[in-house]
C-alpha cells in the first residue's frame, strides 16, 4: 500500500488542523493506520491509531483530548484532527500503515508498520 500524507502547515497556537492520509490499493481495509510525527533533532514519536475498522482507536497522552483518529475505508483515507494546537507539536507527520495479519492492535510497535507516507510539516507558531 501507498500513502500520501496531505494538510500540514503553518498555524498559530490553538489554531487547529486535519492532517489525510490517502492509501492506494483495494485491501485499505487490512491495515491499522497510524500517525506518527518527528520533531527536529528528535526521535520519531508515536501519535494516535486506530484500527481496521475504526473501531477502536489509541493516543499519546500528549496529545489525548485535543487530537482524533479516524478513517473512512470506502475513501480509502485516515485523518488525524489536530485541535488546540501547541508550540511542541511541531513536527513532520507521518501516517504508517500495519497490516491487521500477525498484529495484536493492542500491542503494535513502531516497528509493526510496514508501510509510510512522505510526511506533512505542521508548524504551531506561538
Known amino acids: 500500500v501507498q500513502l500520501q500524507a496531505s494538510g500540514g502547515g503553518l498555524v498559530q497556537a490553538g489554531a487547529s488542523l486535519r492532517l489525510s492520509c490517502a492509501a492506494s490499493?483495494?485491501?485499505?481495509?487490512?491495515?491499522?493506520m497510524g500517525w506518527f510525527r518527528q520533531a527536529p533533532g528528535k526521535e520519531r514519536e508515536f501519535v494516535a491509531r486506530?484500527?481496521?475498522?475504526?473501531?477502536?482507536?489509541y493516543y499519546a497522552e500528549s496529545v489525548k483530548g485535543r487530537f482524533t483518529i479516524s478513517r473512512d475505508n470506502a475513501k480509502n483515507t485516515v485523518y488525524l484532527q489536530m485541535n488546540s494546537l501547541k508550540p511542541e507539536d511541531t513536527a513532520v507527520y507521518y501516517c504508517?500503515?500495519?497490516?491487521?495479519?500477525?498484529?495484536?492492535?493492542?500491542?503494535?510497535?513502531?516497528?509493526?508498520?510496514?508501510?509510510w507516507g512522505q510526511g506533512t510539516l505542521v508548524t504551531v507558531s506561538s
Open positions: 504508517a500503515a500495519a497490516n491487521t495479519f500477525g498484529n495484536n492492535w493492542y500491542r503494535l510497535a513502531q516497528s509493526d508498520y510496514a508501510y
Open positions: 486506530i484500527s481496521w475498522s475504526g473501531g477502536n482507536t
Open positions: 490499493g483495494r485491501t485499505f481495509s487490512s491495515y491499522h
